[in-house]
C-alpha cells in the first residue's frame, strides 16, 4: 500500500486531504527551536558511531585507506509534529520522467541575504519540494484532478521566486506556490513543450532588474527542427507566454534555449548532424540572438560534440553567479563554459596515485552538481569526483561508494566544502517521507589525495554586491591576497560581457602578515568600454540602455586543494543607479518675496489659463475655439513656484543628486515644455544663432512623428540629434527657432505676462547618462503691467478728438467771457 499524498490546492479546487499520521515518540527539541514550531520543525536523528570506530575511521582516511567514503555525519532528517486534518479533495500524483532521481537546488540558496528559506525539488519516481532543505518529512506532491485526471509527469522545472516554482506537466505549464500549497496553470502556451529555462541574479541590493531577472522564462519543446520548433517567452514569472518568433535559417535540431543576461543575449542550442552550405562542421553549437546595436548579435559559437543525433536527456546548469558559465552534460559527456558558450570544453580529471586517468570512468555519469564554484559529479559505477569552477575546470578523485543507490540517491551541497548524499525514506511512524543525509568532509578527502593549495588569503569587500556605472564613471574595486610562501601565484580579473565593461588592474605589495607571509593588494579600475579608448567603437555595446557583467576575481592555478578560497564577484549595471535624479535651483521663489502666500497654495489653490495661449495637443495653435483651462496647483510636488522678472531672458539651473547628496550642475543639453500646453513664450536664438549645421529638432516636428502626440516621450536622450552634426537633415530654415537649452547661450524669453508657469526639463544629451533624467517645476513670472482691453485705434481717435475739443475750447471760451463783460453802448 502505497503512501498518501499530500494536500494540494489550486485556484478553484479544495485541498488534497491527508489522514493524521500516527504519533510518534519524539526526542527532545533542540534548544533553538521553541514548542509552538513543532510542526515545521526538522529534528535529526543522528547516528553516533562509537569513539573508538570513529578513531579507526580517521586513522584508516590518513593512512590513504578507500574507507574515507564513510559518512562523517549520517543522520535521519523529519519532522515530530503535523499538520491537522484538511478536507479531502481528489490530486494525481507527481512523478518525473526520467528512470534515476536528481535533485535541483536555488541557485540563490547559498547566499544569505535570500533568508533561511531555500527551496529545493527532488525529482524522482516522487517529487518533493522543500523549504529547509528537506529538514523535515515530506508527502510527495500532487496536483489536482481538474488539471491532471491521469497521470501527471514533469520534463522540467525552474524556481521563479523565494517560494515558487514553474513546471512542465504532460507538456502544460503550470505554477506552483510552496507556501500556500496552490496549483495556478499559465496562459499562453498554445503547444506541447518539454523543457523550461531562466536565470537568477542573487547579488545583494535591491534593484529591479536583478530582482525581475528570474520572472524572464522561456518554454519550449527539443528535439524537433529550429524552425519548427515552438518557443514561448513569459517576463511575468510564468503567468502568461507570448510566442518568439526567431527567424532563422538553421537547420539543426533545437536542444535548448538561454538567456545570457550577461551578455545581453539569446542562445539557441542546436545540434546539426552534417555540414551546412557555409562550412560549418557538424556538431552541437550555439545561435545567438540580440538587439540591432548588439555587437555579437546572430552570431555563432564553435561547434562542438554531443552525440551524432542528440542526447537522449542533455541537463544544463546556468545560473553561476551570471559569471557566464554554462555547464552541460550527458551521460557520457561533461563540457563546461565560462565564455557563455561561445568555447566549450570538455572537465578533466587531474591524476592521483588512487585515479591515475585523465577522464571518467567509460560507465558514464549519473549526476552532476554546482553550488557557486564547487562541482561534484557521480559516475555510473559510484565513483566521486569533485572540483572548483574557473577558466580550466579540472575535478579530482575523492572515493567509491558501492552502496549508492543510483535511482534514489542525489548530491548537493549544503556548505563549502561539504557533499550531501540524499535519499527519501518512507516513514515507519507515519505515511509521509523522511530524508537520510550523508555529510562528506570534502576537504579531508582532498587532503588525503594530495592536492595541495598555492593560496592562503583571496578576499574582497565587492563579494556579491551590485555596483552602477553610469556614463563617464569610473569604478574602483580592491582584493587583498596572500600567497603561500615560495608561490608565485597571479589573480585573473575577468569581465562577463568584454563589450560593454572595460577594466585595468595592477597589484601592489601592502606589507606583512603575522605570518611574515608578504600580502599584496589587487587594484581594479572598471568603465564603460564605448569611452574606456580600449577598443573601436564596433566593438561596444549597450550605448543608449546599457547592459550588465559581472567581474570575477580567482586564481586559475590556485590548486583543488583551495577549497576555502572561493572566487570573488560582483555584478556591474553599466546604466543608471537608480538613485541618480535631477532638481531645479531655486533662488528665489515667489512666496520669499510675498508675492504668493504659501498657505494659499495649499488650500486646493486654483489658477485660469486664458483660452488664447494654450493648446491641449502642445503644437502652439493659434485661435482654438476653446474654454479657459483651470488648474489646481500641485504644492505637494512643486512647492513655491521660482521667482522670474518677465523681462529677463531665462534658463533653469539643473542639478544632478545622487544617494541623496548634491553631484555637480548639469551642463547637459534639455528641453521644457509647459505641462499644461502655454504656448506664449519663445526662445532666445535662431538656429543660425545657436551656429547649427543641420535643421535642429523643435517639439513641433518631433510632436508630429508620434501617432498620439505625447511631449512626455516625444523628445528624449534616444531620439535627439544635435544640430551641431553635419551628418544631420540640411539647413534649410537658419531663421527658426533654436528650443535646445544648456551648452549654449539659449533661454527663454517671455511676453509682458503675469503668472505661474509649470515646466517639465528633460535631459536629451545622448552621452550624458543612462538615466532618463526629468523634472517638473513651477515658475511665477511678475512684473508686466496689467493688460488693456480697449481697441488702439478707436482710442487713439477718441485721445485725437478729446485734444481738439480742448483746444476749440480753449480758443472760443475767453472770447465768449469778453463779450459778457464789455457790451456795446449804442449812440443817439
Known amino acids: 500500500m502505497g503512501p498518501r499524498r499530500k494536500p494540494c490546492q489550486s485556484t478553484w479546487a479544495t485541498p488534497c486531504g491527508q489522514l493524521p499520521p500516527p504519533a510518534r515518540a519524539a526526542p527532545p527539541l533542540p534548544p533553538s527551536v521553541a514548542p509552538q ?22 586513522w584508516l582516511c590518513l593512512l590513504g585507506s578507500g574507507s574515507c567514503l564513510l559518512c562523517s555525519n549520517e543522520r535521519l532528517a523529519y519532522s515530530i509534529a503535523f499538520a491537522k486534518d484538511t478536507k479531502a479533495a481528489r490530486c494525481t500524483p507527481v512523478s518525473y520522467n526520467r528512470t534515476k532521481a536528481i535533485l535541483l537546488q536555488h541557485p540563490c540558496n547559498r547566499y544569505s541575504s535570500w533568508g533561511k528559506q531555500k527551496l529545493s525539488v527532488y525529482l524522482g519516481k516522487d517529487i518533493f519540494i522543500s523549504m529547509n532543505t528537506f529538514e523535515s ?26 517560494d515558487r516554482v514553474s513546471m512542465v506537466i504532460n507538456g502544460r505549464v503550470y505554477m506552483y506556490f510552496k507556501s500556500t500549497d496552490r496549483w495556478v496553470p499559465s496562459a499562453g502556451v498554445s503547444s506541447s513543450v518539454s523543457e523550461l529555462s531562466n536565470v537568477h541574479c542573487c547579488y545583494t541590493g535591491r534593484d529591479s532588474q536583478c530582482e525581475e531577472m528570474s520572472w524572464t522564462l522561456f518554454a519550449y519543446d527539443t528535439g524537433h527542427s529550429v524552425s519548427n520548433s515552438h518557443i514561448f517567452l513569459s517576463k511575468d514569472g510564468g503567468y502568461t507566454f507570448t510566442r518568439v518568433q526567431i527567424s532563422t535559417r538553421e537547420r539543426g535540431v533545437l536542444l535548448g534555449v538561454y538567456n545570457f543576461i550577461s551578455f545581453a543575449l539569446t542562445g539557441l542550442l542546436i545540434n546539426a548532424t552534417e555540414e551546412d552550405k557555409a562550412g560549418k562542421a557538424a556538431g552541437a553549437y550555439f545561435r545567438y540572438f540580440g ?19 542528440g542526447p537522449a536527456k542533455l541537463w544544463s546548469i546556468h545560473s553561476l553567479g551570471l559569471r557566464g558559465f554554462i555547464i552541460l552534460w550527458t551521460t557520457d559527456i561533461l563540457l563546461i563554459s565560462s565564455n557563455n558558450g561561445l568555447i566549450m570544453d570538455k572537465v578533466t580529471v587531474m591524476p592521483t596515485k588512487k585515479f591515475p586517468n585523465t577522464t571518467f570512468p567509460g560507465s558514464g555519469l549519473s549526476l552532476v552538481t554546482v553550488s557557486g564554484s564547487e562541482i561534484a559529479i557521480l559516475t555510473q559505477d559510484r565513483h566521486i569526483f569533485y572540483g572548483s569552477i574557473s577558466l580550466v575546470t579540472t575535478v579530482v578523485y575523492i572515493a567509491r561508494d558501492k552502496s549508492i543507490d543510483l535511482n534514489t540517491a542525489v548530491m548537493l551541497f549544503e556548505e563549502r566544502g561539504w557533499l550531501t548524499l540524499l535519499s527519501p525514506v518512507i516513514s515507519n511512524f507515519s505515511q509521509l517521507y523522511d530524508f537520510k543525509k550523508c555529510r562528506f568532509n570534502l576537504q579531508l578527502a582532498i587532503w588525503r589525495s594530495q592536492q595541495s593549495c598555492d593560496v592562503e588569503i583571496l578576499e574582497g569587500d565587492f563579494q556579491n554586491k551590485i555596483y552602477y556605472i553610469d556614463m563617464h564613471e ?60 580600449f577598443a573601436e567603437h564596433d566593438f561596444c555595446d549597450g550605448l543608449l540602455d546599457g547592459e550588465l557583467s559581472t567581474v570575477t576575481v580567482d586564481i586559475p592555478d590556485k590548486g583543488i586543494g583551495c577549497i576555502d578560497v572561493a572566487p570573488l564577484t560582483a555584478l556591474v549595471a553599466v546604466s543608471c543607479p537608480p538613485t541618480k535624479h535631477i532638481r531645479i535651483f531655486k533662488n528665489v521663489t515667489a512666496c520669499d518675496e510675498g508675492l504668493i502666500q504659501e498657505a494659499v497654495l495649499k488650500k486646493n489653490f486654483t489658477y485660469t489659463i486664458n483660452y488664447e495661449i494654450y493648446d491641449p495637443q502642445f503644437l502652439a495653435r493659434p485661435n482654438i475655439q476653446q474654454n479657459s483651462l483651470q488648474i489646481k496647483y500641485d504644492f505637494k510636488n512643486l512647492g513655491c513656484p521660482a521667482l522670474v522678472y518677465y523681462k529677463n531672458p531665462w534658463v533653469p539651473i539643473l542639478e544632478l543628486w545622487e544617494n541623496g547628496a548634491f553631484q555637480k550642475h548639469v551642463s547637459a543639453e534639455f528641453v521644457v515644455f509647459e505641462i499644461n500646453g502655454m504656448h506664449n513664450y519663445d526662445y532666445l536664438l535662431t538656429a543660425n544663432d545657436a551656429n547649427c549645421f543641420s535643421q535642429p529638432q523643435n517639439w513641433t516636428s518631433m510632436l508630429k ?3 498620439s502626440p505625447d511631449p512626455h516621450t516625444a523628445w528624449t536622450r534616444r531620439n535627439y540629434m544635435s544640430c551641431k552634426n553635419r551628418n544631420g537633415p540640411e539647413l534649410k530654415w537658419p531663421s527658426v527657432k533654436y528650443q535646445v537649452l544648456g551648452g549654449d547661450k539659449n533661454k527663454i524669453i ?23 533624467l526629468s523634472i517638473t517645476f513651477s515658475i511665477y513670472v511678475y512684473g508686466a503691467f496689467p493688460r488693456s482691453y480697449l481697441n488702439f485705434q478707436a482710442t487713439l481717435i477718441g485721445l485725437l478728438t478729446l485734444i481738439l475739443v480742448l483746444i476749440l475750447t480753449g480758443y472760443f471760451l475767453p472770447h465768449l467771457s469778453l463779450k459778457k463783460i464789455h457790451p456795446k453802448v449804442k449812440a443817439f
Not at 291 to 309: G, Q, R, V, W
Not at 474 to 502: D, E, R, W
Request: charged share 15%; aromatic share 12%.
Open 291 to 309: 538587439t540591432e546595436n548588439n555587437h555579437i548579435s546572430n552570431y555563432s559559437s564553435a561547434a562542438f560534440h554531443l552525440l551524432p543525433k
Open 705 to 707: 512623428e508620434q501617432e
Open 750 to 772: 517671455f511676453p509682458p505676462y503675469n503668472g505661474l508657469y509649470v515646466f517639465k526639463a528633460i535631459i536629451v544629451d545622448t552621452f550624458y547618462s543612462y538615466c532618463d
Open 37 to 58: 514550531d513543532m510542526a515545521r520543525a526538522a529534528v535529526p536523528a543522528p547516528r553516533p558511531r562509537p569513539a573508538r570506530g570513529a578513531e579507526l575511521w580517521l
Open 474 to 533: 569610473n569604478l574602483t574595486l580592491n582584493a587583498m591576497f596572500v600567497p603561500k610562501p615560495g608561490k608565485t601565484s597571479i589573480p585573473l580579473v575577468t569581465v562577463s560581457n568584454p563589450h560593454v565593461l572595460a577594466f585595468s588592474a595592477k597589484i601592489l605589495e601592502e606589507g606583512l602578515t603575522y605570518d611574515g607571509n608578504t600580502q599584496y593588494l589587487l587594484h581594479i579600475n572598471l568603465q564603460q568600454q564605448y569611452f574606456s579608448g
Open 137 to 162: 518529512s515530506l508527502s510527495p506532491l500532487s496536483i489536482p484532478e481538474e488539471f491532471e485526471a491521469k497521470a501527471a509527469v514533469v520534463s522540467a522545472i525552474a524556481f521563479v521566486h523565494v
